[in-house]
């Protein structure tokens, strides 16, 4: 079992910027694979924000894409959210998520952070 532990959110104009952080709990031997955030606005479905991969590569979301930066510390088990220039659509409530387990099947969410950006 992966317990993950966020940090970071908040609240900003818009053209600001936030950075999250997500952390497995202190302890965990396990080994991370794909590590991601998506983010959630009521009565839409959960979205994909950002993936990278152990190695380091990236995906990005097409309406976050030269915005957001998405970056991990294997050592640490961390994955980092950098979001630059923020628009009121980026407001949602953001989770991270982390697969491990044999082929990264077993899946951790953390238990969101809220993202409120005003225009």
């Known amino acids: 079992q992966v317990q993950l532990v966020e940090s970071g959110g908040g609240s900003v104009q818009a053209g600001g910027s936030l950075r999250l952080s997500c952390a497995a709990a202190?302890?965990?031997?396990?080994?991370?694979?794909?590590m991601s955030w998506h983010r959630e606005v009521p009565g839409k479905e959960r979205e994909l924000v950002a993936l990278?991969?152990?190695?380091?590569?990236?995906t990005y979301a097409d309406s976050v894409k030269g915005r957001f930066t998405i970056s991990r510390d294997n050592a640490k088990k961390m994955v980092t959210l950098q979001m630059n220039s923020l628009e009121s659509g980026d407001t949602a409530r953001y989770y991270c998520?982390?697969?491990?387990?044999?082929?990264?099947?077993?899946?951790?969410w953390g238990p969101g952070s809220q993202v409120t950006v005003s225009s």
């Open positions: 998520n982390a697969r491990y387990g044999a082929g990264g099947i077993l899946s951790a």
């Open positions: 202190p302890g965990t031997m396990i080994s991370l694979k794909d």
């Open positions: 990278i991969t152990t190695s380091g590569t990236t």
